[in-house]
């Protein structure tokens, strides 16, 4: 066992005074600014290179550290910092009779805030930099005075980011140019996990360098991988009210996806909000820039919907829209999403994949739902969103720019995974060039095409098993996180008959009472298609309409559905059974989309012959969890 050192005394001072400081950066954002402050108490300020040129270019006064040290810097620059004079300055234990005697002895004086920021090997690397330029990118004196200053916090404070310069300047200012103790120790815990994963970028980068050695060594896996991250703001509360702390992090120096404009989101809305914004942003990549929109439910789409095929008569008055020609496209696209299943979007968190116009925000402001991401919004349109729920409507703006990290991670039980983002975009060329039934590539329709397109990616970020059903640019029924594959099937094309069926003449027909809601008269309609009341429901659904409506028989129902047409399905993996296929064939299935690849292939292929369907297989599984 290593041995473990005894803790060194030393004096309690809360607020320390800045007398002497180390400003040494390589991005010198905010520097003069900062540095100005300093000498405006009467700081020391000490430097190298660039750093000390920018500060006496500016008009300050400078020392070079080689002046304070006596001692050049030399290497081509790779030995500047690393001098006695510097870390004995840095990590002295003030109050300490034995180390301000050596102090003393060595001609050693304290240095009290370090200003550094590391030289960019991530950046470095990114860029494709070859390996001996990768290598001279990994800074050395820069961490070792990072972490001098930060294991010394009790008196020495350490700034390695120019977004910590203005809080920092804040704190000198209304302290006359001292520093607390909280503060060090916020910027000491800052510095180590900079720290923690400026050395874990360079373990797996050395990692990618080094060849596997067995079969089951992987060149592309790190030796060790560290993660640091920095808190943004808190949740309330986790999945469950129980669960607390909860806390929104960004990882270290990078920023999030997306900006607060308004409200206050929760746990499950961001991770609605975050899968639905993925899920429209592909689809206007595949679908040449189309407006795309969809409705989230407990990270599922309840309904998605492209912004491409007008809606038709008998669709507008199912949807309850008086007039569709005042729908902008994006608008057009929520409409389809939202009408999927409106009882499973009811309290939804919407994303779409274009800036929100007024026309969006009028149709929005109408229904019950959580909030809205999107990459912009057109000032008309923001201010309704921010009246919604009395201001507390969550309003994101995504950031279209933002590009996601390769690699996930996650931690479940005390165990980390981690895997390549899924970041497959599926499109016409790549995935449905292999129609294995009915034909060849050139047989799908372009309705088939963006059907299947909108089916795809929809399942895609769908939680697995998962199917959907897709026709006149929208879903129509999807069936989510089923055991059987079959089941997932059968879920989805019960919701698709539901979807059907509400444009049935005795459905759309029904005598509501004026003092009846829009959410209810929605609900009542699903019940009423359903037609199972209980004796005890009955006369409540009665109680909606200036009389009781003649139930929809299920003969009526079958006849309506058979004229469904046109349907397109596609699966987030293979269809283990032809049970599915003949499932499928009663809500109007024409085209297919699935990963193929199972022991069940023919027999499946067969199934899709006798119903006349055309199938593509994507070679592509989508599993989502």
Known sequence: MAHILASVAGAEVDHVPIRRALLSVSDKAGLIELARLLASFNVELLSTGGTAKAMRDAGLTVIDVSDYTGSPEILDGRVKTLHPKVHGGLLGVRGNPKHEEEMRANGIGNIDLVVMNLYPFQATVASGAGYDMCVENIDIGGPSMLRSSAKNHRYVSVLCDPSQYAAFAE?????????SLITRKRLAAR??????????AIAAYFAEQVPATTAASSSSTAMVQSRAYEPVFTLKYGCNPHQKPSTIYAPLGKRLPFNVLSGTPGYINLLDALNAWQLVRELRLAMNDAPAAASFKHVSPAGVGLGLVPLSEIEAKAYEIADPSQLSPVALAYVRARNADPLCSFGDFVALSHVVDLSTALTLKTEVCDGII????DADALEILRAKKKGGFIVLAADPSFVPPKDEFREVYGTVFAQGRNDVLFTREEHLRNVVVGGDAASLSEDAVRDLILASITVKYTQSNSVGYATRGQMIGV?????????????????????????????????FKPTVK??????????????????AELPTFQSLFTEPPVPLTDAEKDVFVATLRDVSLSSDAF?????????????????????????????VKAACAEYAMTMAFTN????HH
């Open 374 to 377: 999107a990459p912009g919004f």
């Open 518 to 535: 829009r959410q209810e008269r929605v609900n009542a309609r699903v019940r009423y298609i359903e037609g199972d009341f209980t004796a």
């Open 191 to 200: 510095a180590f996990a900079t720290s923690a994963q400026y050395d874990a």
């Open 620 to 623: 592509l599984r989508l599993f």
């Open 479 to 511: 069936g989510a996180g089923q055991q059987s594959r079959v089941d997932c099937v059968k879920l989805a094309g019960r919701k698709v008959r539901t979807w059907y069926l509400r444009q049935h003449p005795k459905v759309q027909a029904l005598p």
């Open 575 to 603: 269809f283990p059974f032809r049970d599915s296929i003949d499932h499928a064939s009663k809500v109007g299935v024409q085209y297919i989309a699935q990963p193929g690849g199972s022991i069940a292939d023919d027999e």
């Open 171 to 179: 704190e000198l200012q209304a302290q006359q140019g001292a520093v």
